[in-house]
């Protein structure tokens, strides 16, 4: 059994994996009760005896010989009903002394909720990462080493030794392996003093690594978004469901800028792995008369396609209409010409919904394969609408 979990949590890596699955129907609630990003942080001791044993990530992406006692975070991701994307570091020290920028050990691995990888898409992922190693030991005066293409059971990956001097003048190097899996991009870093670069301990980390492709499917599917933290608009229009911060898929939290007859919220989502970015925003319109279909999709051509599609006419915007009791809803699906900075980005998905005066336009943009993984979907179902709340305060 481990021990690595101090907060009561003694279970091994498995185990783990086989408790976080079952807490998914309430998504990273069982997570957030210990941390507010969905994390478990354990602490490492400072000096202790340096102990190692086989660690299996609950991620599924790996398992690897790793020190007993390590820090430890995981964020799941769960982008549909079906299937998690995983976040994941492990890091310690590799003599059990503290943990510094210049003695450090640590594994990171995270995945794409899109679909699976390419070869061509590996290549980039990983001539991506390794500059960022090779730039950051530039910026120190560091000397790369070896920066070479490598593979393991038929996934590609990378090499990377680097020596730089700490700021008394002694050497030190930091080894560093990247993969990618199908679905994963895994950093294996060994940072430490020269003399201990080369160690059986240090080799044995690197070559101990195993890593697994695929990504976790649940067996049965969970209700989207339990968990997630609740934001309600400051105009009190509508209120939505969002991941809590985490560096990798969520980075920021909403932002909100309001007046009187409009609001809008600004929100994005980060693929970790492919670095593809979802916008997903929400605006707001108060109306000097009742909306309706045509002033419903009035609104969305010009405030959302126009911006997007300058040459498009209102006569060739094809929308999807339905009339309920309670609300009425207008969809919209256009292929975009994307922008250079962000070439992927080529799909938009719009939503709207109005009663009485109020209209509410959920507006994502996104490239054809993340509009796919049914995330969009799903977050335009989760919205609640309640315009007769509606309360204007000035900020």
């Avoid at 091994?12 to 807490?23: D, I, N, P």
């Avoid at 080529?346 to 959920?362: F, S």
């Amino acid at each position: 059994m481990r021990r690595n979990f101090s907060i009561h949590l003694f279970y091994s890596s498995r185990q783990m994996k086989l408790v976080l699955l079952a807490c998914f129907s309430v998504a990273a609630i069982c997570l957030a009760s210990l941390n507010a990003a969905a994390q478990f942080e354990v602490p490492v001791g400072d000096g202790e005896e340096v102990k190692w044993e086989r660690h299996e990530s609950v991620s599924g992406v790996f398992e690897t010989k790793f020190p007993q006692n390590y820090q430890y975070k995981v964020f799941p991701f769960r982008f549909n009903n079906e299937k998690v994307a995983f976040s994941v570091d492990i890091l310690s020290s590799p003599d059990g002394h503290k943990i510094t920028k210049d003695n450090n050990i640590m594994i990171h691995a995270a995945q794409t909720f899109g679909k699976s990888l390419t070869t061509k898409q590996a290549k980039k992922i990983l001539s991506r990462e390794s500059e960022k190693y090779i730039s950051s030991a530039e910026k120190i005066g560091g000397l790369v080493i070896e920066n070479k293409d490598i593979e393991y059971k038929g996934f590609l990956g990378k090499n990377i030794y680097i020596t730089y001097l700490n700021e008394n003048g002694e050497k030190f190097g930091t080894h560093v392996r990247l993969y990618v899996t199908d679905y994963s991009k895994i950093e294996q870093v060994l940072t430490t003093s020269m003399q201990n670069i080369h160690t059986y301990r240090s080799d044995d980390f690197f070559e101990s690594l195993k890593i697994y492709d695929g990504i976790t499917s649940l067996a049965k599917p969970k209700k989207f978004g339990n968990g997630w933290d609740v934001y309600t608009s400051k105009n009190n229009v509508f209120t939505v469901k969002l991941p809590p911060v985490n560096a990798d898929f969520v980075p920021y939290p909403p932002r909100f800028k309001t007046k009187p007859t409009h609001e809008k919220m600004y929100f994005s989502f980060v693929d970790p792995v492919t670095q593809e970015v979802i916008y997903y925003n929400v605006y707001s319109y108060k109306l000097d008369r009742t909306a309706n279909y045509t002033i419903a999709k009035r609104i969305l051509f010009s405030q959302h396609v126009k911006k997007y599609v300058r040459t498009a006419s209102i006569d060739g915007f094809k929308t999807d209409g339905i009339a309920g009791k309670q609300t009425n809803i207008i969809n919209a699906r256009l292929i975009i010409s994307p922008p250079k900075s962000k070439p992927y980005l080529t799909t938009l998905l719009l939503n709207g919904q109005y009663k009485d005066n109020i209209v509410v336009v959920q507006e994502i943009l996104s490239s054809t394969n993340h509009a796919k993984s049914k995330l969009p979907l799903l977050l335009q179902n989760s919205l609640k609408f309640h315009p007769e709340q509606y309360k204007y305060e000035k900020q």
